[in-house]
Structures are given as structure tokens and as C-alpha cells.
């Protein structure tokens, strides 16, 4: 052997276990979606580079896996969902009842410094609502993605939905005299103020002839400020999701295709990276797709949330479980008699069809050690087919009983011992 | 608008009915994949390139979507998943009971004409069971794969699994003095024989001093050529499977790194291309990984048995019966008093966190207006909230039958209804 070959840096391998976390992460993305009435869709995993350009500038080519395909295409793979998202929704939307609620779950690429929480892959949820321009439409995602934590064990004590209004700074700098450019430059700022020194943040306010005092005067009020902030946090309490939520002008969110209510998932405590964000896209669809569909939405990676869900007890236990159930089966068969094998293979096949879980062994082991073997799997059951055959008995492997009964009974022994199937 | 974006030639955008169609191939390849004691990992969608030229030469490139990053490596998005589990088994394979019986869903990638069944990115189920050579090891990973095809809803008239030994004819090569890249190419011209003209054949056995009425007569034998195969054979009838499985000494795999049972499923009457093959790759781990670890699987993509379910009626009866429970919510709430509007969106949250799948208007509109939305969208209920409130009414979309509750009583009366939740 030469080289040992090894995953690439930033990207990940799942064995099991990780394959359980993350599909249990994809699960309650899925089971909460559907409880909102969203529907699934997905994109391809590459698009052209100029659908990523389009939005967001030249200078994001630095961030992608980009090449030149064998047909001479510039091509990426897809380090967000939006742009794809806008190029299906402006394509189709005529075949679609409006509002459009859509979801999806996959796979994005960043070529970027690894740091933790932020591999150069990871999964992503995505949540749209097309086509709705009510503030219900905003405090419907937002409580979507309230019940997502929920769902996955985390409390009030645990996080807390930050919602504010774009418009509100919009406005402010209108009353300042600003205008085009330099209102996004200002939101810039807003966006940067937390990481940067006051005094470098004044100094940038002053360009503009802005006081840090006003601004910060601004971001200590309240959903007073925006009616339709007021109208999305009134609409969160009536769905008793209040103490979930806290206005914080501060949040205005980097990217500048924003146009209303935005917000941002963070953690209490753990001090890691935001957990989800989103907010409202009125003309993104239209600098895409070339169609007017107002839109909001929102994002949730995998990696930070499962470091918060590790970290934090009882989501913990959630996931443990998941992952346990999921690698252990229903039935372990256990041949105790040889020449019993074509009515074990055939008595698998039935349990199977009846839909339980089974393993069997593939060659011939002492009693003892399938016992052995079973107990460690995790199975919830042994049944022993021997010298008795038609008559089998049933383990059960945490309680350590057994009952005995024919095997034409066993589907029906099984279904009442597991209470499923 | 300058351009238009479209998706890539050969990729494919699923909006919402593909997506749920797609996900429930994935469905019933999860669901028999855990029958059979399977659990699923995931490897990463880019690998070094080499990962794939050290299995199948240097010529693989031209098929694949390669590229250099940013840090200067040879990368690939990946064609197959076999190089990866081989490198990912060897790296872990301490950690793994034996028989490991593992799965995967995922996406590829290869660059080749675009064509009916085979795009430049599908799925592929992949299905491998390492570390056991006996004969009832590729028995179980046959009786999967009949087994997802039953599952699916196709019986003895939609397919037949075609298994053959490849050894058979390693032993007849060396009865005819063959050797090492001599029975390579041996079994390439078997491989590739019913797609070749016969006087074609003819000359390129001619130069090993073989007949083709020598070769015939192999294929034309069945199972007692081969004790491996025999047991096999006889396994699968023990399970009752019999009847789906033919034995077809034609079939050797295109692939060089197989070196025992394969085998491959092919439809009755539609004259599609293989809907699924593999077999036992006993070295390959130890090519790749560096670790003796003798294997067994078989991979089944997207496409082409989408294909054949739409093709196929009970099949695709059972797919269209999932496409439409996909997209259906168990609640339409009606919001018959705009009055009551704090109302409803506290009931609609009961409603979720009871796991209901609920819409709810997002604006005023007319009831009426209100209940010909929640019957085309296929809804099960809708949920009347008005003046009567704490009354409300429960409708029957199909039944066209309505009954009143409490509020308070409202998730109980519902999992009555739906029966489930």
C-alpha cells in the first residue's frame, strides 16, 4: 500500500452513528415542516457560477467550489439554496396555489478556513414561504422555526428568537438624509457594530453624519418602532410562542437582499454561532427568475445545531435514543438446531414481509454466543428456532423473559410484544 | 432580465410531487434496508480523484466531474460509493461487529451524454455486507434486493434477478490455459457478448483457442457448475423466494474487481436497462483500505426504476398514493369569524404540537373561498372556527360529514378520525 487514502479536509465521513444523528436532525426538520402544511422540493447539487454572481457579487467566487466542466460550462457547487430556489419558484410558480410553502434538506459547499461549527460541506434546511407579503406569513415561518427547537427538547431556557425589522433602520436612514448606496452601507455597520470597537464604529457612523447615541437609542426601543414587527410579535403571542422571542433591532442580517422583518436563532449560554436565521426577500425572485413573488425564509445548518443539541441535556437524551433505536432490530433469530436453517430462513422472510427488523446469523454459531451476539446488538428480542420447530421461543431481551408459541402465532406474539408493526 | 437561468444539461430540479416521489423510493429502500438488520452511513460527495483512478484505472476521468481546489488537490465529486466505503470499512472496521451490514442513499456524479434512465447526477441505493464470505452472505444481500422490488409492488411478472458466479468461468479460462490480464480480458468479451455481433465474438474467443459453442454450453448450464452458486440458489428458495431468481451464467459485471457470486435485476417486457447489480468484491477493501475484509453488495439508482414504477401499475399506484399523503395537511383551518383570529393560531398550535398537520389562512378571506382551498389542496379536515367558539366544527373533506367539539376536545375527536397521530 502506498498512501492510505483520507477524506478530503472540511468534509465528513458518517459512519452509523453519525448517520443516525443526522438523519434524527433531518427527521424533525421534516415532521415540524409538514405539521406547517410546507412540502418538499430540492435543487440540483451544481448551477452555473453566474447564479451565484448574480446575487451576491464577483468577490463570492472566492468562497466556492468553482470550475470548468468537460462542456465548457462555469459551473459551482451550490454554497446556498436561495438563488435555486428563486430560479424553480420564478420558473413554475404559475402551477402553484399561493402562498407556496416549501422546505428543503441538503447538502451546500464553502470553501472556506475550517473552523468549528462550519465544515467546507454541511447540511442545510430551508424553509420559503412564496407568495405573501402579510406579516402572518413572517410570524408563520418564525413560529415554524420556534417548534423546530422545540421539537428537538430545547426550551426558553435554552434559546431565544431574535426578531427586527429592516425597514425601521431603512427609515431612520432616510431621516437622515441617506439614500441607495449609502443606506446599505449603513445597514453595513448596523450589521458589523457587535464585532467592531466603538470607537471605529462612531467614526464610520460620522461619515454619514450619524451618532452611535441614535443609533444605539434605536436599537433600545421596541417592536413600537415597526408596526409590522409590533403585528409579527403579537401574532407569536397569540400562539403562546411570546417568551420565545425578543425584539432586537440590533439583528439586520449581513446579506443585502433583505427588505423586511428579519431574524436570527441563538443559543443561551453556549456562546456559539447563530443557529438559524432568515427573514423577508420581497425582490429576489424577480432578480433571478424575472417574476414578482414576494417571499420570506429561512435557514438551518446541521453542525451547530447538533454541537447545541450534544451540549445541551435533554435534546441530548433525544438524539442518544434516536440513535440507539436506530441501530437495533426488532428480532435476532437464533438457530439453536442446524438442520432447522430452511424453516429459520423461511420463517425470516416472513417476519420481514410483516415488516419487523431482523437479523440472522449467515453461518453456524454455538447457541451461547448468538445469545451473546444478540444481547450486544441492542435487538429487542431473540427468537430461538430448534429442535421444538413449529414451536419457537420469544426472548424478550431487556426484560430477560420468554414466552413460547407456534411459529404460524409468532407475527402476532411479535405485534403484541413490540406494540407496532 | 438578461438571461434566464436553467438548470444544468443532465441535472435535474425535483419540485414538490418528484421530490415526494423521490423520497419514497428512498422510503422503501430505508424500510427493507432495517428488515435485514442494514444501517446507513454516508460518505462525503468530494474525494480525492485518485480515490477512484487507483480502483478503475486512469481512464474513469473522462467520466468524471474532476477538478483542482483551491489548495491545489485533484478532487472529484463522487462517481460511485464503493471507493469510499472500502476506504471508510478499512479505516474503522475495528469498531464494527462482523458481519457489518451497512447502507447508503446518495447522490453521483458522472459526465456522459445525457440519456433516457442516466443522467450526469442520479441516487443510488448502495448495500454492502463486509466481513462474512460464506454463500448465505450473498444469499441476504439477494433476498434484499428481491425484496425492495416486492416492496415496491412488482412481482415474478415485472422482474427476474439474474445470478451467475464469476468464478465459473475463472475455472473454465484456466481449464483453456488462460491467466491473470488473459482472464480479464477473457471474461470482458463474456461481459459484452450480447451486445457484440456473433462473428465478432466468434474471433475474439478464437484468439484463447475458445469456442463459442464452448461458452455456450457453460451458460447454458445452471447452478451445478458452481457449489457456491447452488447454495445460493437453494437458500433463496428456502426463504421462498425461488420463484424470482434465474440462474444466468451470461452475466459476469462489467466491473473487474468482482471475483465471485454477482448478479443483477432486469425487467420483464419494458426492455429498460439493469435495475439494480453487484456481488462479492472480496479484495477491493484491501486495494483501497489496506485491510483483508471480504465483501458483498449491490447498488440500485433512482432513475431507472422510477422509470418502471411509472411504467407499472400497481407500482405506480403505490407511488401515486404517496405523492398525494405527501401533500396533504390533516387540517385546514377555517377561520369563519376574523374576530377570533388569536383563537385559531392558539389552536393551531395546539393542533401541531399534538403533531397534526395544519394549515392556516395567512389573510382575511371568505369562507367559502377558504373551503374550496382546503378541498383542492387535498386536505383531510377542515377545522371551523367561528362566532360558536369555544364550538368549533370538524369537516370530513371525503366524507362530506361534519360533527362539532369543544376546542378543548378537539385533538382527541381528531386522532378518532384520522386514526393516527
Known amino acids: 500500500m502506498a498512501t492510505r487514502f483520507q477524506v478530503l479536509p472540511g468534509f465528513r465521513d458518517f459512519y452509523p452513528d453519525d448517520c443516525a444523528a443526522r438523519n434524527y436532525v433531518f427527521d424533525v426538520w421534516r415532521k415540524v ?4 402544511g410546507f412540502v418538499e422540493y430540492e435543487g440540483p447539487m451544481l448551477e452555473p457560477t453566474e447564479l451565484y454572481t448574480r446575487k451576491s457579487g464577483a468577490e463570492i467566487v472566492n468562497q466556492l467550489f468553482c470550475f470548468t466542466d468537460k462542456g465548457e460550462r462555469e459551473v459551482s457547487l451550490r454554497p446556498e439554496l436561495t438563488p435555486t430556489l428563486a430560479r424553480m419558484a420564478a ?7 399561493k402562498p407556496m410553502r416549501w422546505f428543503s434538506i441538503g447538502q451546500f459547499f464553502r470553501y472556506e478556513r475550517h473552523q468549528k461549527g462550519r465544515g467546507r460541506e454541511f447540511y442545510q434546511f430551508n424553509c420559503d414561504l412564496l407568495g405573501e407579503t402579510a406579516a402572518a406569513a413572517d410570524a408563520e415561518l418564525i413560529a415554524l422555526a420556534i417548534d423546530l427547537m422545540r421539537e428537538l427538547g430545547f426550551t426558553t431556557e435554552h434559546f431565544r428568537l431574535r426578531v427586527s425589522d429592516r425597514n425601521a433602520w431603512v427609515r431612520f436612514a432616510e431621516s437622515k438624509g441617506l439614500e441607495g448606496d449609502g443606506i446599505a452601507s449603513f445597514l453595513q ?18 461619515v454619514f453624519g450619524i451618532t452611535l447615541e441614535a443609533v444605539r437609542k434605536l436599537i433600545g426601543s421596541g417592536a413600537e418602532v415597526s408596526p409590522v414587527l409590533a403585528e409579527v410579535v403579537e401574532n407569536l403571542q397569540q400562539r403562546g410562542l411570546g417568551d420565545y422571542v425578543e425584539v432586537d433591532l440590533g439583528i439586520v442580517r449581513g446579506l443585502a437582499y433583505y427588505t423586511g422583518i428579519v431574524f436570527e436563532i441563538f443559543d443561551i449560554g453556549q456562546g456559539m454561532r447563530a443557529i438559524a436565521g432568515g427573514g423577508r426577500y420581497d425582490q429576489l425572485v424577480e432578480l433571478i427568475g424575472g417574476v414578482d413573488l414576494p417571499a420570506c425564509g429561512f435557514a438551518m445548518g446541521d453542525m451547530v445545531i ?13 438524539l442518544d435514543e434516536a440513535i440507539a433505536a436506530d441501530g ?5 433469530l437464533v438457530l439453536a438446531d442446524e438442520t432447522k436453517q430452511a424453516e429459520a430462513l423461511s420463517l425470516a422472510q416472513t417476519l ?5 427488523r431482523v437479523a440472522l446469523p449467515l453461518t453456524p454459531a454455538k447457541v451461547v ?16 428456532v430448534g429442535s421444538e420447530f413449529p414451536e419457537v421461543a420469544i426472548k424478550d431481551l431487556a426484560k430477560r423473559t420468554e414466552t413460547r408459541c407456534a411459529a404460524a402465532a409468532l407475527v402476532g406474539a411479535l405485534r403484541d410484544l413490540l406494540g407496532n408493526s
Open 33 to 36: 415542516s409538514r405539521r406547517y
Open 91 to 97: 420558473a413554475r410558480h404559475r402551477d402553484f396555489r
Open 189 to 206: 455597520i448596523i450589521d458589523k457594530m457587535e464585532r467592531t470597537p466603538e470607537e471605529k464604529t462612531r467614526e464610520l457612523l460620522g
Open 306 to 318: 447538533t454541537d447545541l443539541i450534544r451540549a445541551t441535556s435533554e435534546p441530548c437524551r433525544r
Open 328 to 332: 437495533a432490530v426488532d428480532v435476532w
Open 352 to 356: 420481514r414481509d410483516a415488516g419487523f
Open 369 to 384: 454466543k448468538q445469545f451473546q451476539q444478540a444481547e450486544s446488538s441492542g435487538a429487542i428480542t431473540a427468537v430461538v
